[in-house]
C-alpha cells in the first residue's frame, strides 16, 4: 500500500509522509493471512537458511503486539504447523522492542546450557489494530514478519551483550485497549482517540522517547562489550521514522549511513522490523560472518533494547544435513495433517456427542458401571 493510496481514504499527502516519517509504502497481509501465517513463513525460511528441521528446535519465541488470540500464543500455532514435536513455545509481549528481547532470552537459555536451538519470530499484523480514519497513525504501520535461528556453536561471538529497559510510567503514551483485566470504562483517559482494540499514541512524546534511548542505550551495550562505536559494522534499529534515526545518529556522533533502514518499503513493522531489515542486509552482504553489529528497539511499554553482537554462522560440519529440505517439506505437511485431524476428529466426537440421546448415553454408562461390579 503506497501513501498514494493512503491518500485515496484518509487527508494526506505522499509528501507530508515521506518527508514527515521517510515511509513511502507498507504491506499488508491479505483477508487469509494473520500474525502467525506470517510468522510460519518467516520461520521456515530462517530454517531452511539454517539447514535444520523442525523437530531439531528446542524453543520458539514469538514477538508479538498483534497476536491472534490472548491465548493459544502465536508461538505454539507455529510450532504445531512447524512439526516442531519437541519445541517450548511462548509468545513475548514487549511491543518494537519484543524482538531484541526475545533473542535475549534465547541467548540466555541456550548458554546456559538448558537449550540448544531456539527460533526467535517478530510477527505482526498492525493493519488490524489501526484506526484508519486517524492520519496520525495509520500511516506509519505496515505488517511482516522476520525470524532467526540461534544454536549453541563453537564458533566465537554471537550476543556479546544486551540491554533490556522498561518505563511503564510512559504506558499511557502508546497502546491498545484490548479485553484483558482491567474495566476499559474506569480508564480516566479513554475518550474517542482510545478505541477498544485500535491503536493510540502520543507521536511526539514517543518521538522524543526515541530519539534519546537509542544512543544511551546503544552506548551502555557497547560499554558491556568491550567494544566502542567505530567497532560497528552496521545498527540495525527499529525502523519507526528516519527522522528519529538521524536524530540517534547526530546524538551518537556517527555517520547515518551507519543504520540499516528500509522503512521506505515496510513502514513501522514493530516487532518484525529489525529481524526484516537484518535479513535485507544479509542478504546484500552489508553483514558478513565476524562483524560486529548493533540492534536497537523502542516502544510500547514504553520499553526498549539494545545489543551488541558478532556475526556468525556455524560451520557447515555443524549442521551439514542431507536432503533437508525435503525432510523439512515432509514434516510440515505431516504437521498440517496432524493439526487438521485433530481438530476434526474433535469436532466429529462433538456431533456424534450432540445427536446421541441422551437416554442411550445413560444406559452405556449403566451397562459400562454393571460390567465393572461383575
Ligand atoms: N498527513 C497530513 N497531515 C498530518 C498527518 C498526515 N498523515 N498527520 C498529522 N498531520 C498534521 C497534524 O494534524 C498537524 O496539523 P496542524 O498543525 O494543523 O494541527 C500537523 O500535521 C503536524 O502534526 P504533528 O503531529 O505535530 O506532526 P509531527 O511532525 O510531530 O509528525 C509523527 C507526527 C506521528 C510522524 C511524529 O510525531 C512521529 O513520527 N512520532 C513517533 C511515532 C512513532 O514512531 N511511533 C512508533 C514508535 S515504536
Redesign the pocket.
Known amino acids: 500500500m503506497t501513501n498514494q493510496d493512503l491518500s485515496a481514504f484518509i487527508?494526506?499527502?505522499d509528501e507530508?509522509?515521506v518527508s514527515?516519517?521517510g515511509i513511502r509504502e507498507r504491506h499488508i497481509a491479505s483477508d487469509k493471512e494473520t500474525t502467525a501465517t506470517l510468522g510460519l513463513k518467516a520461520a521456515q525460511a530462517a530454517l531452511d537458511i539454517a539447514d535444520i528441521l523442525p523437530t531439531e528446535i528446542d524453543l520458539i519465541i514469538c514477538a508479538t503486539s498483534t497476536p491472534e488470540y490472548i491465548f493459544p500464543s502465536t508461538a505454539s500455532l507455529i510450532q504445531a504447523w512447524l512439526g516442531a514435536s519437541t519445541s517450548g513455545a511462548f509468545d513475548l509481549s514487549a511491543a518494537?522492542s519484543g524482538f531484541v528481547y526475545g533473542v535475549d532470552m534465547a541467548t540466555q537459555a541456550i548458554k546456559s546450557g538448558s537449550i540448544r536451538t531456539a527460533v526467535v519470530i517478530g510477527t505482526e499484523t498492525f493493519s488490524r489494530i489501526l484506526d484508519w480514519t486517524d492520519?496520525?497513525t495509520c500511516?506509519?504501520f505496515g505488517d511482516g514478519a522476520g525470524a532467526v535461528v540461534l544454536t549453541a556453536s563453537s564458533v566465537e561471538g554471537g550476543v556479546l551483550s544486551s540491554v533490556l529497559r522498561s518505563d511503564g510510567s510512559g504506558g499511557d503514551l502508546?497502546g491498545v485497549p484490548s479485553v484483558g483485566s482491567i474495566d476499559i470504562s474506569s480508564i480516566p483517559t479513554l475518550d474517542e482517540s482510545h478505541k477498544m482494540g485500535k491503536m493510540f499514541?502520543n507521536?511526539?512524546e514517543?518521538?522524543k522517547f526515541?530519539t534519546r534511548v537509542i544512543g544511551e542505550s546503544i552506548t551502555q551495550a557497547l560499554d558491556i562489550a568491550g567494544l566502542t562505536i567505530a567497532d560497528l559494522k552496521a545498527i540495525v534499529p527499529?525502523q519507526?521514522?528516519i527522522r528519529?534515526i538521524q536524530a540517534a545518529a547526530r546524538s551518537l556522533k556517527v555517520d547515518e549511513s551507519i543504520f540499516v533502514c528500509n522503512m521506505d518499503r515496510y513502514a513501522?513493522t514493530s516487532a518484525a522490523s529489525i529481524p526484516i531489515a537484518l535479513v535485507e542486509a544479509v542478504q546484500q552482504g552489508r553483514i558478513k560472518p565476524g562483524d560486529n553489529i548493533a540492534f536497537v528497539g523502542?516502544?510500547g511499554g514504553l520499553s526498549w533494547a539494545a545489543m551488541v553482537v558478532k556475526w556468525g554462522v556455524p560451520p557447515p560440519e555443524e549442521r551439514g544435513r542431507v536432503l533437508s529440505r525435503q525432510r523439512r517439506q515432509v514434516l510440515y505437511r505431516v504437521a498440517w495433517w496432524r493439526v487438521l485431524l485433530g481438530r476434526t476428529l474433535r469436532q466429529l466426537n462433538d456431533v456424534i456427542n450432540r445427536i446421541r440421546p441422551e437416554r442411550g448415553r445413560m444406559e452405556r454408562l449403566r451397562r459400562n458401571y454393571d460390567r465393572s461390579e461383575r
Open positions: 487527508d494526506t499527502t507530508w509522509i514527515r516519517t518494537c492520519r496520525g500511516i506509519l502508546l499514541m507521536g511526539g514517543v518521538f526515541a527499529h519507526a521514522n528519529i513501522n523502542f516502544g
